[in-house]
């Protein structure tokens, strides 16, 4: 019984909002949404494009300063027993 009460009680007041004038900011609101759309599409492109600029720039900086470098760098020895060792404080401690 108390379904029934519920049905005509939703049932008129469908009646009522079906019967009344839909305000005018809601003709509008689909236009307003699927503009907000399209400029978060266009804003999502243009970051795309901008990253994949920011990598090739990237990149080809470290080409660049990679190939920049005239000799490969080498290590040198630190072991005591390395001839003439630049870390050496005295000329004492160079080893012969």
């Known amino acids: 019984m108390d379904e029934r009460i519920g049905d005509r009680f939703m049932d ?4 009522i909002l079906k019967a009344g004038d839909m305000p ?6 689909d236009d ?40 490969p760098a080498m290590a040198s020895p630190l072991s005591p027993l390395a001839p003439a060792s630049a870390l050496a404080p005295s000329v ?5």
């Open 12 to 15: 008129e007041e469908l009646r």
């Open 24 to 29: 005018a900011a809601l003709d509008a609101l």
């Open 32 to 71: 307003r949404i699927i503009g907000a759309l399209a400029v978060r599409r266009q804003e999502a492109a243009a970051t795309r494009r901008l990253m994949a600029f920011a990598a090739f720039v990237s990149l080809g900086g470290g080409i660049v300063a990679g190939s920049a470098v005239s000799q």
């Open 92 to 96: 004492l401690l160079d080893v012969h």
